[in-house]
C-alpha cells in the first residue's frame, strides 16, 4: 500500500510539471526524459525511447538513460513490438514466467524485459517504449503505464486545442488595425472585444486614394479557429476585390462563391461595407449585417431623426449566388455613422430585455456633440451596464464615424 501511495505521489508530480503550452512534440520529448528521472527507481527502467508516427510508419526521434539499441529493434522481431503497442496501447513485453504477471497482458519474449505505450491521434502518434532492469513488478508498471498514458493524452487534446486557439488568436490580431487611419474632415474610433479567447467579429479600414476610405464590419458565425479563418478568408477577400478596383456589389458576388464553395460553407458572415468619400457621400452594401445607424444633425418634426443603412442583400456563405445591391447615402457636418455587432445591441438585462437599436439610439442622441471616440465609449459603457456587468455573451465590436 505504501510503495503504491509513493507510486502515485510520483505520477501527481510528473504531470503537475508538464507544461501543456508546448507545442506537441516539445512536449510528448520533455515528457520522456521526466518520466524516466522520476520514475526510474520506482519502475525499474534502465531505458527510454520515444518513436513518432510518420507516413511510412514510427521512426525513432529521442532516447534517454540506458537503452542500448533502440528498445522496439531491441525485442524480437518476429512479435512486431510496434504493433503489439499499437494494438494494444499499453503492452508488456517480459519473461512469461514472471511472477504475478496481469492476466490480460500477454508477456513476450526477449530476456531483456521491456514496455510501450501509444498516446496521440492519427496522423501524429507517439510510442513510449521503457526497457526494464531486474526486480519490475507487473501490477505497479501495468498500473504506472495506464496512468501515464491517460494523463499524457488528456495534456495533448489541450496543448492541440491551446495551439488552435492561439493559432486563431494570431489570425484574428493580424486582421485588427491597432489604430483607425487619418482621414481628413472625420473622426474615427473603433473596437471589438471577444467574448471568448478568439472571437467572430472584426473590423477594417482601406485607404483608396486620398478622397475615399473604405470602412467595413463583419460578424461570422462561431468562435474559435474555423471563425478567425472565415474572418480571415472575407476580409482578404475584400481587399483583394477593392483593390481591383471591382464594383463594390460585384466584389461581395464573387466573395460569396469563393465562400460558399469552401469547407466553411455550412458558415456564415454577416457584412457591411462602405466607401466613404471626403464630401460624405457614402456608398456601401449591407451583406446580412445588422444596419449601422446614420444620426442627422437637423431635426424637424416631418423628418426622420436617423437613417438605417439596410440595402445590400443577405448574408455570406450558405447561398451559391445571391445578388447584391448598392446603397447610398451622405454624412453631413455635425452628423454619425454608428455600426456595430450582436453582441451589442443583443446584450440583455435580467429581465431578458435586449439593449437593441434603441439603446444604442439613445446612447448616441446624448453624445452626439462629443468626439467619434467619446461616443465610441459611452455606447461600449452603457451596454456593459445594460448587461449588469456580466461577461460579454457575445463578441462585442462597434465603429463610430463622424463628420465634425
Known sequence: MAAAKLL?????????GLKSRRSQPKLVEAFLEDCFQTLREDLRLRGAALYAERRDGFALVKTVGEPGSPVAEALDPQHSPLVEVVRHRVYIFGDPGAPNSPQHLQLLGPAAASAGLIVGERPLRYVLFFLLADGWQPEELDFALNTVR???GARMVDARVRGSFREAAEIQQS????EPPEFHGFELAARSVAAEEVGGDFYDFQQLGETTLGVSIGDASGHGLPAALLVRDVVTGLRMGIQEELKIAHVFEKLNRV??????SSRFVSVFYGEVEDDGNIVYVNAGHQPPILFFKDLRPEMPCDLELAAGGTVIGPLPQPRFRRGFARLRPGEVLVMCTDGILERRDKSGTFFGADGLRSVVRQRQTASAQAILDAV????WKWGEARPWEDDATALVLKRP
Open 8 to 16: 502515485y505521489r510520483r505520477l501527481d508530480s510528473l504531470f503537475g
Open 259 to 264: 465562400i460558399h464553395q469552401s469547407r466553411l
Open 150 to 152: 491517460a494523463a499524457l
Open 175 to 178: 486582421l485588427l488595425v491597432e
Open 380 to 383: 461600449f459603457d452603457a451596454s
